[in-house]
């Protein structure tokens, strides 16, 4: 098992994963950071336009990085 960390950032802001969580595979991190961004995306406010969901790994390397998209802002 690995440890990834999923921060939430913008351009000028973030919110630091301190904990992490432990998956298998990269592929099972990205999985659950797209459920994360899903469930932001879908959040009663648009709030979380403009920010983005990053993972690490434990070295703190970036992975990847998901925007997160408002429906309303998509379509």
């Known amino acids: 098992m690995t440890r990834f960390f999923f ?3 913008t351009s000028d802001q973030a919110l ?3 904990g992490g969580e432990e998956f298998r595979s990269v592929q099972s991190a990205e999985e659950f950071a797209q459920m ?3 469930d932001l995306s879908h959040s009663l406010t648009d709030d979380w336009h403009g920010w983005s ?3 690490r ?3 703190g ?3 990847l990085s998901l925007p997160v998209e408002c429906p309303l802002q998509a379509a």
Request: proline content about 0%; hydrophobic content about 35%.
């Open 7 to 9: 921060d939430y950032r």
């Open 16 to 18: 630091y994963d301190y």
């Open 36 to 38: 994360i961004v899903q």
């Open 53 to 55: 969901v990053e993972v």
């Open 57 to 59: 790994n434990a070295e």
């Open 61 to 63: 390397q970036r992975l």
